[in-house]
């Protein structure tokens, strides 16, 4: 176990919904990315949350926003959904340390929550 | 070309065995490299992380960096039915940057 969460777990939706997806950071980590991984695939990084500030964006749309609070606990909210929507959804906390800044350590490390399973119909 | 490349497999080996995965990637700016192992349906563990060139070890697992050449392999020994799992390989362009990710191995270990 991780100590990184996330809710919920399996999710329908129908395209042209929205949707929000909720992850908590373990225990004194204060950076959290999300990641989208579609079947067969690698994950996808989404976007970044540093001290509640997006500090780094993938190749994902508008539609893809988020959201993170004082406690580093964060939200991944998708609108107008489409049919390849439909993936894997992984949070993933890093702890406190380099974020930017050398040397590398182990900081670096990011650990993944269990995934939320989103299917677009 | 793909940012990090892994062979898809399926990768079979028997048990005992040792099993050999391998990865490359294209930016020699890269500066951390990491494996993670996923079951299916679950969500990607951390196995390994390395960052200088050269070997290291932890229990059944060896990870291999060669920065001149722009690869990076994992070796598991006395492979165990339990290893059956696709192995990702990710990497860290900047400290703090996000995670590239390959599109994993699949590893199938035979009784």
């Known amino acids: 176990e991780t100590g990184v969460t996330q809710s919920p777990t399996h999710l329908i939706k129908t395209r042209g919904q929205q949707v929000t997806l909720r992850c908590s950071s373990q225990?004194?980590?204060?950076?959290v990315s999300w990641y989208q991984q579609a079947l067969g695939q690698g994950p996808q990084f989404i976007f970044q949350?540093?001290?509640?500030?997006?500090?780094g964006r993938g190749n994902f749309p508008p539609r893809f926003s988020g959201l993170q609070f004082p406690n580093y606990s964060s939200e991944l909210n998708v609108n107008a959904l489409e049919l390849d929507d439909s993936a894997l959804y992984l949070c993933a906390s890093r702890p406190p340390g380099t974020s930017g800044r050398a040397p590398l350590s182990s900081t670096d490390t990011q650990y993944f929550g269990p995934g939320t399973r989103l299917t677009v119909l | 070309q793909k940012e990090v490349e892994q062979n898809s497999g399926p990768l079979s080996v028997p048990e005992g065995a040792i099993a050999s995965l391998n990865c490359t990637y294209s930016d020699r700016g890269s500066q951390s490299f990491f494996w993670y192992r996923q079951y299916s349906g679950k969500s990607p563990e951390l196995i390994m992380f390395?960052?200088?060139?050269g070997d290291k070890e932890d229990g059944r697992f060896t990870a291999q960096l060669n920065k001149a050449s722009q690869y990076v392999s994992l070796l598991i020994r006395d492979s165990q039915p339990s290893d059956s799992a696709t192995y990702l390989c990710a990497v860290n362009i900047a400290a703090g940057n996000k995670l590239t990710f390959g599109g994993g191995t699949r590893v199938l270990v035979k009784p």
């Open positions: 225990s004194g980590h204060n950076t």
């Open positions: 949350y540093y001290r509640e500030e997006e500090n």
């Open positions: 390395i960052y200088s060139n």
